[in-house]
């Protein structure tokens, strides 16, 4: 047997052997014996099909259905696109995911005529999506849009105006509202003089800077704002207000308001010009300019917006302008100001008036957003013959109540401020002192305090300055001034 006969014969057998090997196999399936089919869709409880000349309004329900046959139905992915048959552009709704069975759509209907395209494709519980899903196309109309309404500020009133926003400053305010009776309002625009539009936007509330708007400047300018709906039908008659932007340029150092009405000049009554000659002696170590509401008409934005320090006091226990300015002065603080407050019995006014309230929403809470009053309390009594003061060394003085300008049966000056909770970053600088203790120990409770953050710096006083005696209301003022001018490192 010659080799190659050999080479034949092993080729053979093993050709055999593997033969005899692959027969004696069973083929192994992977997976599933049984392909797993993905759900299918149908859109159901909707609308008779229209045409363009029947369009419907833009709000329609639309019911939806999935089957699978190897699992059970997890929710569906619901998309739009609206054609605006004559603008020729096109609104597209991306997918998204929904156990709902059944929905209400605005569908958007800018134009006259508008063809909708709904698509809906169910998802099982296996995670399998349907690959064609379901589909069916309406015709809607423009109904009637939306009415905007500029809520505040009122028309040819003042927002101060500045380059840009801080941590206490947002900018210029402008709060609208609308209302529509097709679905619900979808957002707001805003346009200064003859400008642009500004983008949609979800909030009622826009906040104004020079570096916002770039054609903002100070002066009077003309505020449009206009809504649309869900259906993107938009206001066709925007509202406008003319407002006067002010730069508070803070160029001048001190002014004094004057918020106490003239009097007859009696005991605890005392005249303008008695309140005008104790001020003029009590401030005569610095230069200001005053204002005196009561003859000179209502303080405005263009006037203290001017000044880096002003004094407001309100010393008539029987009224008070300060609820009525929550606006203003939130404002000017926000601003850079530096304000001291003082006064008779004015807290009583806040705790007992709703105008000042019913203004939070929009200015906020004065009282403990902005002087950080947490609680406080008016004390009645007629005692306070003193007040201590609390120097920057931690040392104290004695400052006296002038018992001439009170009625001769009090012990002292009554309804005075307790501010008995303060918040954080306040100082607090005096106190109260009364020799009488007999009935009421209100020794040592603070009465005037000092608040700072980064933007601005207040003193408040629970007490009039004017009913102290002179040298006490100037050492008084001194330390005011001191916390005022302080430049804090935080």
């Not at 593997?18 to 992977?30: A, H, P, R, S, T």
């Amino acid at each position: 047997m010659n080799y190659l006969t050999i080479k034949k014969i092993i080729f053979i057998v093993i050709l055999s052997l593997v033969g005899i090997l692959f027969m004696n196999c069973e083929d192994k399936i992977v997976g599933t014996e049984n392909s797993v089919l993905p759900p299918s869709t149908e859109i159901i409880n909707i609308p008779l099909p229209n045409e363009e000349k029947n369009p419907y309004i833009p709000i329609l329900k639309v019911g939806w259905k999935g089957i699978s046959e190897n699992s059970i139905i997890d929710g569906y992915w619901v998309s739009w696109k609206s054609y605006y048959l004559t603008t020729q552009k096109i609104e597209i709704q991306e997918p998204y995911f929904t156990t709902e069975v059944s929905q209400t759509i605005a569908f958007p209907s800018a134009d006259s005529i508008n063809k909708q395209v709904l698509y809906v494709k169910s998802q099982d519980k296996l995670g399998n999506i349907d690959p064609i899903g379901d589909s069916v196309i309406f015709y809607t109309k423009r109904t009637l849009p939306p009415i905007t309404k500029i809520e505040f500020p009122i028309n040819n009133s003042s927002l101060f105006i500045q380059e840009e926003s801080s941590i206490t400053w947002k900018g210029a305010k402008i709060i609208c509202s609308a209302t529509t009776d097709l679905g619900e309002i979808k957002d707001y625009s805003l346009k200064i003089d003859n400008g642009n539009w500004s983008k949609w936007q979800s909030s009622f509330e826009f906040y104004l800077t020079k570096n916002k708007f770039m054609d903002l400047t100070e002066g009077i300018h003309t505020i449009y704002v206009k809504s649309r709906n869900t259906a993107f039908v938009e206001d066709v008659t925007p509202p406008q207000i003319d407002i006067n932007f002010v730069n508070p340029t803070h160029e001048k150092e001190w002014l004094l308001i004057d918020g106490t009405k003239d009097q007859s000049g009696s005991i605890e009554r005392p005249s303008d010009e008695q309140m005008d000659l104790f001020y003029q002696q009590m401030l005569s170590d610095i230069q200001y300019d005053s204002w005196d509401i009561a003859n000179q008409g209502r303080l405005t934005r263009e006037i203290i917006g001017k000044y880096k320090y002003v004094i407001w006091q309100t010393d008539d226990y029987r009224s008070t302008d300060l609820t009525s300015y929550t606006g203003l002065l939130t404002d000017y603080l926000n601003t850079k100001g530096r304000m001291l407050i003082s006064g008779w019995n004015y807290y009583s006014y806040f705790q007992n008036n709703d105008t000042w309230l019913d203004s939070t929403n929009i200015y906020g809470n004065i009282l403990k957003d902005y002087l950080h009053i947490n609680g406080a309390r008016t004390i009645e009594d007629a005692l306070l013959d003193s007040i201590l003061v609390k120097e920057e060394n931690k040392s104290y003085n004695i400052n006296a109540v002038d018992s001439l300008k009170l009625f001769s049966f009090r012990k002292g000056l009554f309804k005075v401020i307790d501010f008995n909770n303060l918040g954080s970053f306040t100082t607090p600088l005096f106190y109260y002192s009364a020799s009488d203790t007999t009935e009421s120990n209100f020794n040592n409770l603070t009465i005037g305090f000092g608040y700072h953050n980064s933007e601005y710096q207040i003193v408040v006083a629970g007490f009039p300055y004017y009913y102290l005696e002179l040298d006490a209301a100037k050492n008084v003022f001194r330390r005011s001034k001191e916390f005022l001018e302080k430049e804090f490192p935080y």
